[in-house]
């Protein structure tokens, strides 16, 4: 996907947050920390895309406070929209809840955790693009609020798209979001 989209002319860096980081605090400032270092070294237009991937999703949502005018759109992959909900549905499923609640507990240093991505997701006026893999079941819990979302998001009027795709398919996903990028990228 990084080829690609680097052979489509677009600059990408990216960071893996300290892996299991849930959206914690320190996931976001770097995040944050990242870009700014990027614009001071390089001559960028100040107005990126974001690419978010499953936990991702928690940090990217803390951004756009933070970076609402320099954001030309955000593209969720597979999205983990509600931590709470992730931990309900791990619950039925006691060693994945475990090694989760291990992840946040090492993340966040406590157990109890409440993160709000859906406000910024909602409310944010740049396009919204979310894939959503068929047949994976990390996040199937999601669903719902993925669904309330775009209709939250359609009744004000914002931009957002959605695409629903098997992952047998997956080889689309980069051209997909490739086209999504060229649409939303206007003289600034």
């Keep these: 996907m990084i080829e690609r989209l ?43 895309h974001i690419l978010a991937e499953g936990m ?33 549905q791990e619950q039925t499923r006691k060693f994945y809840y475990k090694k989760l609640m291990k992840e946040i507990k090492a993340a966040f240093n406590e157990e109890s955790v409440h993160i709000n991505t859906e406000k910024p997701i909602e409310e944010m006026k740049e396009s919204l693009f979310i894939i959503q ?14 669904h309330q979302l775009l209709l939250k998001r359609k009744e004000k009027k914002l931009p957002v798209e959605i695409h629903y795709i098997l992952l047998e398919n997956r080889q689309y996903i980069t051209e997909k979001i490739i086209r999504f990028l060229k649409e939303n990228e206007k003289v600034l």
């Design 133 to 146: 893999v068929i047949d994976q079941n990390r996040y199937k819990d999601q669903l719902e609020l993925i």
């Design 6 to 48: 680097t052979q489509a002319g677009y600059f990408v860096y990216y960071s893996n947050l300290f892996e299991k980081n849930w959206g914690n605090q320190q996931s976001v400032e770097h995040s944050y920390n990242l870009y700014q270092l990027i614009m001071r070294k390089e001559i960028l237009n100040q107005k990126i």
């Design 56 to 88: 991702g999703t928690l940090t990217a949502a803390q951004l756009i406070p933070l970076m609402e005018d320099n954001i030309r759109s955000i593209v969720l992959f597979a999205p983990c929209i509600s931590l709470e909900k992730h931990i309900e």
